[in-house]
């Protein structure tokens, strides 16, 4: 069942009227509860933090899937301070953050999309990114711009929106521990191959 924003709003200010909540749903900075209750909508706005992550193309010449590459070699951080721009040109990718922090508990999981009237000016955030119940940190964004004009990204803009629904077990013992959890900086993962996959790849 996915949760209305007023549930959102509910559980946000339930958890901040009381500190000893053992397992609180915390979003921060705080969205604005009141306006939050009265949206009617079923998903909560976060905004663009700033950091980027873009690739280095005169590093490498190609991302060798499996390979021994790593994020430092063929990518740059960059830092854009709120009152500045980032600009995506057409058909560049660029690795964002979320400026909101989130701790969801271990009976709600979520997923990430990006809004629809950026998608109308071309620009394609995280079409479907999973956020598991025990989650800490901000979520990297995916972003994309597919149109025809470069495209101003400035740090604090609402970007996208987070839908939240409770799951069917609440173990403690099975929540997310990823390895990007706790993350402030969007993050490249090598993807790894296992020993396996590696001989149907290499053809043994």
């Known amino acids: ?112 999309v990006g809004k629809s009237s950026w998608g109308r000016c071309g620009l394609i955030i995280a079409t479907a990114v999973g956020v598991h119940p025990g989650f800490k940190g901000c979520l990297t964004l995916e972003i994309s711009n597919v149109g025809e004009v470069p495209i101003h990204l400035r740090p604090g803009l609402p970007v996208c929106q987070l839908f939240l629904h409770h799951v069917d077990i609440a173990g403690t013992e099975n929540i997310d521990r990823s390895r990007f959890v706790g993350e402030r900086r969007p993050t490249i993962e090598i993807i790894k191959i296992n020993e396996e996959d590696r001989k149907l790849w290499e053809g043994d």
């Not at 901040?16 to 705080?30: A, E, R």
């Open 1 to 112: 069942m996915i949760l209305k924003a007023e549930r959102i709003a509910e559980l946000l200010q339930r958890n901040k009227d009381n500190p000893d909540v053992i397992d609180p749903l915390f979003i921060i900075p705080s969205p604005d509860l009141d306006k939050l209750k009265n949206s009617g909508s079923a998903s909560i706005d976060l905004r663009l933090g700033t950091w980027f992550v873009t690739p280095r193309h005169a590093r490498i010449p190609h991302l060798d899937v499996g390979g021994e590459a790593t994020q430092a070699q063929f990518t740059k951080i960059s830092y854009v301070p709120f009152g500045s721009e980032y600009y995506l040109h057409p058909r560049r990718f660029v690795l964002g953050i979320t400026l909101e922090w989130l701790r969801l508990p271990k009976d709600l999981a979520g997923y990430l």
